[in-house]
């Protein structure tokens, strides 16, 4: 037979269960915040290993088109999108093989056939490549102009493109060129706490890099603009 003193201690007592969710509360306040600095640099460091593999696939798909691509992006917001330019034979060939452009050799009539279409590169799941993850951003960016872009982009503000130009909702466009070089290029990506992260294209290669994440505020020691 159970004892009077048995019974009362066979279950919890109201304090003892109130005394536990106060501890539970208490470990949870202390904890959330380094969970959500956590998953906000996993999403910036995400966001930046994102942007590298679009540059890489769009590289890739300017040399087997042998067609120049480009990408922009609208600054504070996470959109951005990849652009090929279409260019008749005359047009393709003051690029040459070396990727470089003879000024003496740009006669291309203004026609129609210099176009421009937005591309989606899709993943091996069908989803299409178009926004950065929740809560990044695409901040500044530098894009180093050469005699080819200079030539794409005039030919286009010629034909009232303003794709291939820059307008006041999109970034300068950066550029990848059929020989596998690209714009010189180096793009700020942020999130909500004003932490960056800066992926760096290198022109002659097609190559990026992303620096380790810091503070808005930390860029301009860089030499890059917030």
Do not use: C
């Amino acid at each position: 037979m159970i004892s009077a003193a048995a019974s009362k201690r066979s279950g919890y007592t109201l304090l003892e269960v109130m005394l536990v969710l106060a501890i539970i509360a208490t470990v949870a306040a202390i904890a959330y915040p380094t969970l959500t600095n956590t998953l906000r640099t996993q999403r910036l460091v995400k966001g930046a290993e994102q942007v590298r593999a679009i540059w890489a696939k769009t590289r890739v798909r300017a040399m087997r088109d042998g067609q120049p691509y480009i990408f922009r992006y609208q600054q504070g917001t996470s959109t951005f999108e990849v652009q090929k330019w279409t260019m008749d034979d005359s047009a393709i060939a003051p690029f040459g093989q070396t990727g470089s452009i003879n000024s003496n050799t740009i006669t291309t009539p203004l026609g129609t056939n210099n176009t421009s279409s937005t591309t989606n590169l899709d993943d091996r799941n069908g989803r299409s490549d178009t926004n950065l993850p929740e809560g990044v951003q695409f901040g500044s960016s530098a894009v180093q102009a050469d005699q080819r872009s200079i030539y794409v982009t005039e030919t286009a503000a010629m034909l009232g493109n303003q794709s291939m130009t820059g307008s006041q909702d999109w970034s300068t466009p950066i550029f990848f060129y059929p020989d596998g070089t690209t714009s010189t290029s180096q793009l700020v990506i942020v999130d909500e706490k004003q932490r960056a992260i800066v992926v760096t294209l290198r022109g002659m290669t097609g190559t990026s890099t992303a620096s380790d994440f810091m503070l808005q505020n930390d860029l301009p020691a860089m030499g890059v603009q917030p």
